[in-house]
């Protein structure tokens, strides 16, 4: 029975190929996850973009200049000789475009497990939990779509607005959010929405429209417009489009005053020349990284009181993101080049896919 893995060209992402692979057995200890399927979102070409310098071509390793770019899916246990893990169980979690993956399950709970294979020790351990997939842990089959699409995303939108709650909010008076037609973007300005700062979306003239309908921005600008913003208030800058150009005019236009930058996604990886961001003048631009956050909130709060937290605010995102997107299916790996250029392009903003054997 064969598989299959969908390489990326890591020099040019634009370039892709489908490779036919034999099925994995599982050794002893481990488990192979038959990928059913996983979301396709602008924050996957993040993972391709900054690949070399995060790590994230290490989680699942190709050779000769090829990778595997990293998305969240589920995961049917096929095959398992490990103690706690049974054929048929379904997981949520960080998986290759691929066909199937083979795993090493270790701290297996009633919860999940961590995947213990030797390569992933030192990369995040957020991104090596695998979630059991149950009705009493949160993980309803008709909400299948959702957790792949919102999830990993969301998860970053909520500690955003912790960190920044956690700082006071930098001390700003308004916070903008650049790439604001962005999944994670809105999502941050969903869990700000009663925080007394005022929140501006900044976004392309051709997804003003989409933006201005979500509701949750108290003033729509376009990148062309930094300039017209209210450059006397304390300011907090959230970059997701990783913009240079739009970095460096938020930098200059609001200077002194600018008291926080925080780099979180890529969404134009396209226009990363420009000055470097250490020259700029305002707060120095710094990478936001969710699992840092994740791990000091479960070190402060402990995990169940972190997982009742962000589950209460999950739900409460749920309830409304349906009248702004529309999550679209595709067979895999039928149809993966196409929806992968697609979203390498950058896809309409009301628009979500679902990768699905």
Request: hydrophobic share 40%.
């Amino acid at each position: 029975m064969s598989s299959y893995h969908f390489l990326v060209n890591r020099a040019d992402l634009a370039e892709t190929r489908i490779e036919t692979v034999e099925t994995p057995s599982a050794g002893p200890g481990e488990v192979v996850l038959r990928v059913e399927g996983f979301a396709l979102t602008a924050n996957n070409i993040t993972y391709g973009v900054a690949g070399d310098a995060i790590g994230y071509w290490q989680f699942f390793p190709a050779a000769g200049g090829w990778g595997r770019i990293p998305v969240w899916g589920i995961g049917t246990v096929s095959e398992s000789a490990a103690e706690g893990v049974a054929v048929g169980d379904r997981y949520y979690g960080y998986f290759p475009m691929s066909g199937h993956l083979s795993v090493e399950p270790g701290k297996v709970s009633s919860h999940g497990f961590a995947d213990q294979s030797a390569h992933r020790q030192k990369l995040p351990a957020v991104y090596n939990q695998y979630a059991l997939m149950t009705e009493a842990l949160g993980f309803g089959e008709q909400q299948d779509n959702h957790q792949m699409v919102y999830r990993p995303l969301f998860t970053t939108s909520f500690m955003l607005d912790d960190f920044f709650g956690d700082n006071g909010c930098f001390g700003a008076g308004q916070i903008i959010l650049a790439s604001a037609s962005s999944k994670t973007a809105f999502g941050t300005a969903f869990m700000m929405r009663d925080r007394p700062q005022r929140v501006i979306g900044l976004t392309s003239s051709a997804n003003r429209a989409f933006v201005e309908h979500l509701g949750l921005y108290d003033q729509v600008a376009s990148y062309d417009g930094v300039a017209s913003l209210d450059a006397t208030v304390p300011t907090a800058y959230i970059d997701m489009s990783g913009n240079r150009q739009v970095l460096a005019a938020v930098h200059h236009h609001f200077g002194a005053r600018l008291v926080s930058s925080s780099s979180v996604g890529i969404t134009h990886r396209d226009a990363r020349g420009g000055a470097d961001p250490k020259t700029l003048p305002g707060a120095r631009p710094t990478l936001f990284f969710a699992p840092q956050q994740i791990q000091k909130r479960n070190q402060e709060w402990g995990p169940a009181v972190f997982r009742r937290k962000l589950a209460a605010a999950w739900q409460a995102f749920l309830g409304a993101v349906d009248d702004w997107v529309e999550i679209v299916e595709s067979p895999a790996p039928d149809q993966l080049a196409e929806v992968y250029q697609t979203v390498l392009d950058g896809a309409p903003p009301d628009k979500a896919y679902v990768l699905r054997r």
